[in-house]
């Protein structure tokens, strides 16, 4: 039982280029999340998603598209990046449970240059 | 809405010493209440949540916390510190049974010392 794994690990890009984040999750999971946590900050909501092919915008989606075509799979995209995209993201997921814990991901560290 | 304010970004204690880690919330509804800990360079991880049922909680490692409506607190306190304990924790705040609008604090960091 794996829980939630995020590939790659660590990435830099140029300004202007594209790329997917990965997050997998295998504990059957409903509700997924892609969340961005800035130096000194807490993390902030970018996109969620209910189930497979229903997402929505959270607190921060600007520069961001995700898709939910499995149960499992949950793939941030990013176009264009900026370097005001330079952060540590991180993929969760929990059931849809009320007040149901949130399992993460180890975090995906990526530099916009 | 909801929000929550951690009120001490960096804590510093000595090994064997308690711990408090002080948060307090603002919410429109009933909330949930979760403390989360960070190791550097790790993800997340729950330490204990509240939901509605006994207002003292306790969790992993010896960590408990204790939901005060009255105060809109819910410190995270430890009886004695261990080196393992140092790391960043988050307190967490959502309206019960809305799992999609958790709002995180900026994080209180612990630094343990021998």
């Known amino acids: 039982n794996a829980g939630v794994t995020q590939t790659p690990k660590f990435r830099i890009l140029k300004i202007g280029q594209s790329m997917t984040l990965q997050c997998t999750q295998d504990?059957?999971?409903?509700?997924m999340y892609w969340y961005r946590q800035d130096p000194g900050m807490g993390l902030k909501l970018i996109y969620y998603?209910?189930?497979?092919?229903?997402?929505d915008k959270g607190e921060v989606p600007n520069g961001y598209n995700v898709s939910r075509s499995t149960t499992e799979d949950f793939p941030l995209r990013l176009e264009l990046a900026a370097p005001s995209q330079t952060s540590v993201y991180f993929c969760?997921?929990?059931?849809?449970?009320?007040?149901?814990?949130?399992?993460f991901g180890p975090g995906t560290r990526l530099t916009v240059l | 809405a909801q929000s929550v304010t951690q009120l001490d970004s960096h804590v510093s204690v000595s090994e064997g010493t308690p711990v408090l880690l002080r948060c307090n919330y603002s919410?429109?509804?009933?909330?949930?209440l979760f403390w989360y800990v960070q190791h550097p360079n790790k993800g997340l991880q729950l330490l204990l949540k509240?939901?509605?049922?006994?207002?003292l909680v306790k969790g992993i490692n010896g960590f408990e916390a204790e939901f005060k409506k009255s105060e809109t607190s819910f410190h995270l306190t430890k009886p004695s510190a261990h080196m393992s304990d140092a790391a960043e924790y988050f307190c967490?705040?959502?309206?019960?049974?809305?799992?999609?609008?958790?709002?995180f604090g900026a994080g209180t960091r612990l630094t343990v010392k021998p």
């Open positions: 998603s209910v189930g497979a092919g229903i997402t």
């Open positions: 967490v705040v959502s309206a019960f049974g809305n799992n999609n609008d958790m709002r």
């Open positions: 969760a997921s929990s059931s849809h449970a009320p007040g149901a814990e949130q399992f």
């Open positions: 509240y939901t509605s049922a006994a207002t």
């Open positions: 919410s429109s509804y009933s909330p949930s």
């Open positions: 504990m059957n999971h409903n509700y």
